[in-house]
DNA sequence: AATTATCCTGACCAAACGGTCAAGAACCGG
DNA sequence: CCGGTTCTTGACCGTTTGGTCAGGATAATT
């Protein structure tokens, strides 16, 4: 719907870079606006007007730098997918499958502390039936998870870990820690906290780490491996 | 907004039986094509027309029956919150863990699966910030939670079972279980799926019930109990 | 058959929606 | 100081929003 804009108009700048500064300065800001207001209320449920008024801005300026409510929308989830994508990006069957997992668990969760309205945002997507990432679902998340279960069921085969179903697993990470950034109101109001702090989230990773690990047959790697 | 309509106007009739029973048809095919319209697009993501042309009705009809977009949302998640409340409603300290574990996973797995739009606009009240949903979650719920992790404490020290953080455990199991309605869009696309079958749910649930318990030192009630 | 309560719905309303546009303001290297 | 680009924004457009209402259709009670 709308073009990356042209770098440069005429040949005048190939640096760009006092150039675009306040585009720069206020694409972030409405960006992080917008995260919030589409994480708090979806696609549909969010409007443009919300979005400026929470960025500082009027609503055409915010149509001026994205083009429009989809555009926007689709900048978003593409941010969110590449810091997704960042996430244990190399392990190979000789690593040490306890290690793997408590990484895994632990920079998950410090995905969903440190972008909660990002997985909100991505939370709310998927549960509207991702209209818009169907195709990232079942192509390249789907490979990324192969990918990862193929590994795991090795280590299964070489007897490092139980037999269980790898697919399964990944899933039970990804929902474990999702749920502190997607269900954050929930676990406040239960536990009773104003916020949760960085013991509590250090607490948690701990814990899940440690049942699931155990849960899988595994000794955590701080432990003596025996 | 919406007195709750006298039983009778005069004092004609005080079975009311055959009396409403249009009323019942309408209002219980309003509510379930409310709930999917909720589920997808949350609170204010849903329209009133969309709602209506999933029922078959007039958008005019849905507003007689139900007063307004709020009292019908509220009436929603009454209805999801008295189905959440039947869940493992009676458990004593005498009881086993093992066995008490596997039914409040195997029924939370089952309230997810017959009721996916209801989880799903669960879900989407919390992910929102649970805006009217606030005063339960810190108040009945939280009581709900604190009592049933008192008892998980009571068998940790009577070294029943591992001395895990009994809030985070039960948030484990809600996070697991709520994921394959929240996030069936992810879970179908990831492995190919067209649905989840009872055979699917049935492993899914014997995974996590493999995995959780033997994660908190527990044996699964259908093997040995030494 | 008459009456009354319930049910149904098209027409209508003010407000908010996403998006367009033109005209001006601010900034830029030359 | 100039000419061109980028930035800013109020006015405006057609559509959709949640909600009201009058009045006709239907069914139940007497």
Redesign the pocket.
């Known amino acids: 719907m709308r073009q990356p804009q042209a770098v440069?108009?005429?040949g005048?700048r190939e640096k760009g870079e006092?150039?675009?500064v306040?585009?720069q300065r206020?694409e972030r800001e409405i960006l992080a606006a917008a995260e919030r207001v589409f994480a708090r209320h979806g696609y549909r449920g969010?409007?443009?007007?919300?979005i400026a008024e929470e960025a500082g801005?009027?609503?055409?300026?915010v149509?001026?730098y994205m083009g429009?409510?989809?555009d926007l929308y689709v900048r978003l989830l593409e941010r969110m997918m590449m810091r997704w994508n960042a996430l244990l990006d190399d392990i190979s069957v000789d690593d040490d499958p306890a290690e793997v997992l408590e990484a895994f668990i632990h920079s998950k969760m410090q995905l969903s502390r440190r972008h909660p309205e990002g997985s909100r945002l991505f939370a709310a997507e998927i549960l509207g039936g991702a209209p818009f990432l169907q195709e990232y679902l079942s192509g390249e998340l789907r490979r990324w998870v192969q990918a990862r279960a193929r590994i795991f069921e090795q280590w299964a085969e070489r007897g490092l870990m139980d037999p269980v179903d790898p697919v399964w697993l990944i899933f039970l990470i990804w929902s474990a820690t999702q749920h502190y950034a997607d269900f954050e109101a929930q676990v406040l109001g239960i536990t009773g906290k104003g916020e949760l702090g960085d013991a509590d989230v250090e607490q948690i990773t701990a814990f899940l780490t440690r049942v699931i690990l155990k849960g899988c047959g595994l000794t955590p790697p701080s432990a003596a491996p025996g």
Do not use: E, M
């Open positions: 440069s108009a005429r005048t006092a150039n675009g306040t585009r206020n969010a409007s443009l007007q919300a801005l009027p609503k055409s300026n149509l001026y429009s409510k989809g």
